[in-house]
């Protein structure tokens, strides 16, 4: 079992940046792929970003391309997000996960066994 810690959320201006952290502990870090979802209130949680187990391979969702940068220090155990150019949206907790069963990354929340209790991210002016 991985215990998943977050950090780094807060509220921000349109066009501003966030570095959200999530900090492992438990298993063997490098063992999981590593995933952040979102989710606003009222609404499904959607899928941002994946990272393989040794940080060569990221998918995003089409949205976020370009804008966010996940990474992962295996040695620190913690899996970053960097988000820039944020975009106005509606109030979302950012949770990471992780999951021993894929071995690559994974966009399904279905495959992640552990979860963050997430951090809280506004973008508004």
């Known amino acids: 079992q991985v215990h998943l810690v977050e950090s780094g959320g807060g509220s921000v201006q349109p066009g501003g940046s966030l570095k959200l952290s999530c900090a492992a502990s438990?298993?063997?870090?490098?063992?999981?792929?590593m995933g952040w979802f979102r989710q606003s209130p009222g609404k499904e949680r959607d899928f941002v970003a994946t990272i393989d187990r040794i940080g060569h391979s990221t998918k995003y969702v089409d949205s976020v391309e370009g804008r966010f940068t996940i990474s992962r220090d295996n040695v620190k155990n913690i899996v970053y997000l960097q988000m820039d150019t944020l975009t106005p949206e509606a109030p979302a907790v950012y949770s990471c996960a992780a999951s021993a069963r894929v071995l690559g990354p994974s966009l399904f929340s279905s495959r992640y066994a552990f979860w963050g209790q997430g951090t809280q991210v506004t973008v508004s002016s």
């Open positions: 438990g298993r063997t870090f490098s063992n999981y792929v």
